[in-house]
């Protein structure tokens, strides 16, 4: 087999002004200055007098000082059908991150045109499935006999021709709250025999595997894309149920057992809940498991004067501590966790994004190819006809 070279990742940080690693850190206009005192006018400004030709969307991720002027926030998918829902935005500014602003093309028409204000502000997890990657895995799939029993399913983190390609080979995409759903229905599609590879996300693809569909961590077997084969053997193909691809979430991997351990002694009482793209051994020492909107909703519900260790991104965790005075939230681990990419997009780049498209230019459009996009559609509509969803959110 041959490995075909990748290209470098959307963003390497603390490289200085290196256009190779560094894609997009330059705006083609003048960026203000983070210290400009008028930013929060400016801002304001820019998308009164746009009025309804601009939609801002917010991630859960999202800084503070950008989350203030979004028109709505929630998870990539929910984000995705809002801007899809609203076809009077000309529009759709992006705060979030590079296969986001893809997926929002997709679900869009094709008057909206959709603006990520900092091409940076790409996604590790995603970049570390890349479709020449995907398709060699496929090829070695084929000789050892097999592809034609397995389904290709994505996680929405992944970008568009990850989520073509599923689309192309009769698979699915999924997010943290359905996955449980997707992966039933995919073990539907070929009888007893039936695999998944599973894409970017190892551990999403392994704890739902394992914890909600009663699989084995022996069914499971990790595609390494950087080794020869994928590291495997066409033997381990063949007996592997799950093949999960060697991608994870530099963020929510950072959390290890210790965490837990060191938050029940240092928080008495504390109920601990994370988000499935931690590792395995995370998930099965925390409390409750489950997506973004899980965590939200649940510690909304929570008794006051209850105590929560969350799992997840940092700027979120800080928010639900605001948002809910009456009750203990900390973050689980005690080293800073933010997602370095969807900082990315801060004041001063929403500011130049706004002014600009107030001036009459569009400026970082996402703009997914035709073709591309079919097939992503395709494999997004499958996911929207999947099923009910997942009771645990
Ligand atoms: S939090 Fe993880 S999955 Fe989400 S954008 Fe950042 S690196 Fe990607």
């Known amino acids: ?65 950008v989350i203030q002027f979004a028109d709505v926030t929630g998870d990539s998918f929910k984000l995705a059908r809002e801007a899809a829902a609203r076809p009077a935005a000309e529009y759709i500014v992006f705060c979030g991150v590079h ?68 689309g192309r080979h009769g698979g699915t995409v999924c997010t943290s709250s359905n996955a449980e759903v ?22 999403l693809g392994r704890n739902t595997a394992v914890l909600q569909l009663g699989l084995s961590l022996e069914d499971c077997v990790v595609w390494d894309p950087l080794r020869a084969h994928g590291g495997l053997t066409p033997e381990q193909l063949a007996d592997a149920r799950m093949i999960l691809w060697k991608g994870h979430c530099s963020v ?64 979120l965790v800080q928010r639900l501590a605001t948002e809910h005075p009456d009750k203990t939230v900390v973050f689980l681990d005690r080293t800073v966790c933010y997602c370095a990419t969807m900082n990315r997009i801060d004041l001063p780049h929403l500011v130049w994004a706004l002014e600009s498209l107030v001036a009459g230019q569009e400026v970082n459009v996402i703009e997914v190819d035709p073709e591309t996009e079919h097939f992503a559609q395709v494999a997004l509509q499958q996911m929207l006809d999947l099923p009910g969803r997942s009771p645990r959110g």
């Open 252 to 315: 929510h991997g950072r959390f290890s057992p210790d965490c837990v351990d060191e938050v029940r002694e240092r928080v008495p009482g504390v109920t601990v809940l994370v988000h499935p793209e931690c590792t395995h051994e995370v998930v099965t020492k925390a409390d409750l498991v489950g997506s973004t909107e899980f965590i939200i909703t649940t510690i909304a519900a929570a008794p006051a004067g209850s105590a929560w260790a969350v799992g997840t991104e940092l700027n």
């Open 1 to 65: 087999m041959t490995t075909t070279p990748v290209d470098l990742p959307l963003l390497t940080l603390g490289r200085g002004r290196d256009p190779q690693s560094e894609r997009g850190v330059d705006c083609p206009g003048d960026l203000p200055a983070a210290s400009d005192p008028g930013l929060v006018e400016r801002a304001r400004a820019a998308k009164a007098a746009l009025g309804d030709r601009v939609f801002v969307l917010g991630h859960h991720y999202q800084r503070d000082e």
């Open 99 to 166: 296969f986001m602003a893809e997926s929002a093309d997709i679900l869009t028409a094709d008057h909206q045109k959709v603006v990520l204000p900092d091409l940076a502000a790409g996604c590790s997890m995603a970049d570390m499935a890349r479709i020449a990657q995907v398709e060699d895995a496929w090829d070695a799939l084929e000789r050892a006999g097999v592809a034609a029993t397995t389904v290709p399913v994505t996680y929405m983190n992944s970008s568009a021709d990850i989520k073509a390609f599923c």
């Open 182 to 203: 997707a992966l039933d229905w995919a073990f539907d599609q070929h009888g007893p025999d039936t695999k998944v590879l599973f894409l970017p996300d190892q551990h």
